[in-house]
């Protein structure tokens, strides 16, 4: 049973000049008009170790980014946090980011990538390719009624993982 109090974070990263790299921040503008309580959502270039507090003041994180490689339209995986993990100030990744929440916020959040296909990331440039945009679209279809219901684990256990489809 979906936990209707639980507090959800969607945080869409990316680079909105750089053509599909800006679907995270595109897909975190479009769930900002949607009335789901309890979501807060956020966007951004790239994750940064600020993140971490943030997450820990949710129950659950959701990472939406474009992704250069694998599923059509998009896939939609469990996160693990890796406590410990080095990062650089420019490359903070999801696991770190959950790991510095557990490690420094004694938080443990329950958390899912949101990887959106995107074909066209080496040209300066906003908007999104038309593949690309098409893969947003389905995948804001998809995760707007999982955020409604909180219904992540039954999703993530009625399809394969990137790994299975790679």
């Known amino acids: 049973m979906p936990d209707s109090l639980a507090k959800i974070l969607l945080i869409g990263f990316g680079n909105p ?7 995270g921040p595109a897909l975190a503008a ?8 309890g979501l807060t959502v956020d966007a951004n270039y790239q994750l940064a170790v600020e993140d971490a507090h943030e997450v820990s003041l949710h129950d659950v ?14 896939f939609f995986q469990p996160v693990f946090g890796k406590p410990g993990m080095t990062f650089s100030s420019h490359a903070v990744e999801p696991e770190a980011v959950l790991g510095m929440a ?5 938080k443990k959040v329950e958390a899912y990538m949101l990887g959106i296909r995107g074909y ?15 893969n947003l679209d389905a995948a804001l279809r998809f995760i707007e009624p ?21």
């Open 17 to 23: 000049g750089r053509l599909d790299d800006g679907l």
């Open 30 to 37: 479009q769930a900002e008009t949607w009335d789901i309580q």
């Open 61 to 74: 994180v959701v990472f939406a980014d474009a992704a250069e490689k694998g599923p059509e339209p998009f």
């Open 102 to 106: 557990e490690e420094y916020f004694g």
């Open 120 to 134: 066209k990331f080496d040209e300066f440039g906003e908007g999104h390719s038309v593949q690309a945009a098409a």
């Open 146 to 166: 999982v955020l409604r219901q909180r219904s992540f684990r039954e999703v993530v256990d009625a399809q394969p993982t990137f790994e299975e489809l790679s």
